[in-house]
């Protein structure tokens, strides 16, 4: 069996038997990878702790037929306690590792998606930004790194440039008067800013926003994010509701 030693983000457990454990982690250089922590739930395991969701960690696997084993771990991000303490952040994290679970493929490498993620929980874990916000931001920038950038200061459809009032999902954001169909929402002006300036890493205009222009930004957010999986992120759920 090939031996590889990558830098992952843990996104995900199960429990595998009495003592092991099956962890789905995003790593750097192989894309999402499934591996078996062999003894990890009981109390006097190795590495055990290492290996919960929103760890950032330098791992070792052996390569298997179906799933990889893990033979090692050293933790490069400790986040994964700090986020488990305050549930704000929690929510959002969950949101953030299963958008990532969904945006990769297994032994596909990805590293713009790893570095997205690792920085977002870092952030969330020193309390850098508002919870809600660096959650939004990864979202963005996740689906935008994917191929489905929003456009919120140009429009989506013709190219015109904006400010522009109606935002479409199928159409990719913004839309001028031309191009705006029924079912286009209308978010205020002070809202695209927010958006625009979450996709572009502007914190300046994001910390200083209103709190009922960053509701409007998340719930949009959320619509343009599952429109483009085509599925839903039941994370999300928690988070719309605090």
Not at 29 to 46: D, E, P
Not at 64 to 85: C, F, H, K, N
Not at 124 to 133: F, I, N, Q, R
Request: hydrophobic share 40%; charged share 25%.
């Amino acid at each position: 069996m090939a031996l590889y030693r990558d830098q992952a983000v843990v996104l995900r457990t199960h429990k595998l038997g009495e003592a092991d454990r099956i962890v789905t982690m995003l790593s750097r250089r192989h894309g999402k990878i499934r591996g078996v922590a062999k003894g990890v739930r009981r109390t006097k395991s190795r590495f055990g702790a290492r290996l919960e969701p929103f760890m950032v960690v330098d791992v070792q696997l052996y390569q298997g037929r179906s799933l990889d084993t893990v033979t090692q771990v050293e933790t490069l991000g400790a986040y994964g306690d700090t986020i488990m303490r305050d549930y704000g952040a929690y929510t959002a994290a969950s949101a953030m590792v299963e958008t990532a679970d969904q945006l990769t493929v297994e032994h596909e490498p990805n590293a713009q998606q790893f570095m997205l993620l690792a920085g977002a929980l870092r952030s969330l874990a020193v309390h850098e930004h508002e919870s809600g916000l660096v959650m939004d931001a990864y979202l963005l920038r996740a689906v935008a790194t994917a191929g489905w950038a929003p456009s919120f200061d140009e429009c989506a459809r013709c190219g015109a440039p904006g400010p522009h009032r109606g935002f479409n999902l199928a159409s990719g954001g913004a839309v001028c008067r031309d191009c705006r169909t029924p079912g286009s929402a209308a978010p205020s002006p002070a809202t695209m800013i927010l958006l625009s300036a979450l996709l572009s890493g502007d914190w300046e205009t994001a910390d200083s926003s209103e709190v009922r222009h960053r509701r409007e930004g998340a719930g949009l957010v959320a619509a343009f994010v599952q429109w483009h999986l085509e599925r839903g992120v039941r994370s999300l759920r928690l988070v719309e509701r605090t």
